[in-house]
């Protein structure tokens, strides 16, 4: 058996030198703690439950039935697409190196900014949830009262708390993420069952998940609907991290395939039963819609103000996992990144603790830039308190628009490559569709297309705004620097084996 | 709606099973010798170059 493994090892430690990359991070995750980290960043209780109310307001109780159906379905179809285009190209850059040697390292330097941007939103988003729903609670428990301000410094603690626990090990936060994968099952099933027990016989019909033409908002109803999407499309993200955490994972050309695809396959499954069960449970739609947090309110409602304050605790723990698991995914891709030279002050982000093999300095990178996102809101909204837009809001769609758009960059350069002969069905890995393939990666690139002008539409437009200023700052860096100085992962293969050997040689003992 | 639904259900689970049998089919007759690592178009026009 563990022979077995060594000889996996070597295998998977080959396949990444003939990108030209050294094995610098260590591998030691099994197909559990792959399809865990996803799963836990997805978080069905994290996206879903915060966004609830948000679903709610503008689709009403039939956005849980069709909303949360429907973008599972695409979705499905889009992580397929990328589960094999990392079962093909296993390198930790993911989205960002397969764009590269599809398309071109302009493709790749475009595709890596633009997931990048969507990580920062996601990791801040995420963090930003937990401080949210963790800061009453702490302050009903220690005596305090919370404000913003208190808020934004236990966003701070939170991150340097996720940070040390990244910089410490991938085998520390891998059993979490195992952990946390249990514990969101465990916790929709107290849910589920509670509901079930206590309130069975004032649920709604069944016919209420799917019933459509009511938005609490003052929009028609079919734009509503379209607006409600947010709630399964931003819980429907982050499940590159199997990619991104690829050059960790024990056989991962099946492996992440498989955790990319599971990931999002359970996710809809656990959620929609999460999702039906609460809201049949909804006593009175509108009340809740217009409740500070619509899935507490319509929880306690159905079950007591006890219960509701346990499963608060309990989604809050849920969304502390995700935060963990979200920095690990965003570390990962910035020292891929950094690797090929792609950012100010690359080397520095690129490098291996030599102690913990984890890429530490990437890592806090990914702590300063989340705090800064939050910091900037902070202040924006100290200067101009009468601001209407939410912070959650923001950050959900920044990342759910700047993930998809990179998700479905290297899906178009594919096809490109497909039609020119370039890619073959040599090239594809052990994880792959067969003829099956094309039909679904056009179909995920057009529901990328649909849902990301869908996400940036009023009352989103802050982001859609935020998002077009983003990527002017980027066309003026690389127009000014990286067009001629940026030479992609194209550069690595230059690498010799001796090269290789050599930067492995120090995490050999360590 | 709720019969639509339900349809939009199953049809979703469905899809979801057929690409897993699919995927894992090409797992288990992937043959490692017909492979070829894709390393990208200019470094294999680099290398016939």
């Known amino acids: 058996m563990r022979q077995e493994k060594e000889q996996q090892l070597l295998e998977d430690k080959r396949d990444l030198n003939k990108f030209g990359y050294a094995q610098e991070l260590l591998r030691d995750m099994g197909g559990f703690s792959n399809f865990a980290i996803s799963f836990s960043i997805i978080s069905i209780l994290t996206g879903a439950v915060s966004l609830y109310g948000h679903g709610l307001l503008y689709g009403g109780s039939g956005m849980m039935g069709f909303g949360w159906t429907l973008v599972a379905l695409f979705v499905i179809l889009i992580a397929a697409s990328m589960s094999e285009l990392a079962s093909a190209i ?72 996720h940070g040390t626990f990244n910089h410490i090990g991938i085998r520390l936060v891998a059993r979490l993420n195992d952990f946390s994968a249990w514990y969101h099952i465990g916790v929709v099933v107290i849910l589920v069952g509670s509901l079930v027990f206590f309130s069975r016989h004032d649920l709604q019909p069944l016919d209420y998940l799917f019933q459509v033409g009511q938005t609490f908002s003052d929009k028609p109803y079919a734009i509503a609907f379209l607006i409600g999407l947010l709630q399964a499309q931003w819980t429907f993200t982050g499940y590159d991290a199997s990619a991104h955490t690829i050059e960790e994972t024990i056989n991962p050309r099946v492996r992440a395939a498989w955790g990319i695809y599971t990931s999002v396959a359970f996710s809809f499954i656990f959620g929609f039963i999460m999702l039906a069960f609460v809201t049949l449970s909804i006593k009175n739609a509108a009340a809740a819609s217009e409740a500070e947090n619509a899935f507490i309110y319509v929880i306690s409602e159905a079950l007591g103000g006890t219960f509701g304050s346990v499963v608060l605790w309990l989604v ?55 705090f800064a996102l939050a910091l900037f809101d902070y202040i924006v909204k100290s200067i101009n308190p009468n601001t209407t837009y939410t912070t959650l809001a923001f950050l959900t769609a920044v990342s759910v628009v700047g993930l998809y758009v990179a998700y479905g960059i290297p899906l178009y350069l594919k096809l490109r490559a497909e039609s020119r002969g370039l890619f073959q069905r040599k090239h594809y890995g052990p994880w792959h569709l067969g003829n099956w393939s094309k039909p679904i990666n056009v179909l995920s690139l057009i529901w990328i297309l649909f849902i990301s002008i869908m996400m940036v539409i009023p009352p989103n437009q802050t982001a859609g705004y ?45 | 709606m709720l019969a639509l639904g339900v349809v939009l259900l199953l049809f979703t689970i469905g899809v979801a099973i057929a690409i897993g049998y699919r995927a894992n089919e090409s797992v288990r007759q992937f043959d490692e010798s017909a492979h070829e690592s894709f390393i990208g178009s200019q470094a294999e026009k680099g290398r016939e170059g």
């Open chain 1, 466 to 510: 935020a998002l077009i200023a983003m990527f002017l700052v980027l066309l003026i860096m690389d127009l000014a620097y990286y067009r001629k100085h940026f030479k992609g992962p194209q550069a690595a293969l230059g690498n010799s084996e001796e090269d290789i050997k050599r930067q492995e040689a120090k995490f050999r003992d360590s």
């Open chain 1, 316 to 370: 809050t723990f849920a969304m502390w996992f995700c935060g963990l698991a979200s920095i690990t995914s965003f570390s990962r891709m910035l020292y891929a990144f950094s690797r090929d030279k792609g950012m100010p002050w690359s080397h520095q982000w690129a490098e291996i603790s030599t102690k913990y093999r984890t890429p530490a300095k990437a890592i806090w990178l990914v702590i300063i830039l989340s």
């Open chain 1, 90 to 161: 296993p390198t930790a850059g993911a989205l960002y190196h397969w764009a590269a040697i599809l398309g071109s390292k302009r493709w790749g330097w475009y595709t890596a900014w633009i997931n990048l941007i969507g990580q920062i939103g996601i990791v801040a988003g995420i963090d930003y949830s937990f401080s949210l729903f963790a800061d009453p609670l702490l302050a009903s428990a220690f005596g305090y009262t919370s404000t913003e301000t208190t808020t934004l410094i236990l966003f701070g603690i939170t991150l340097l708390l």
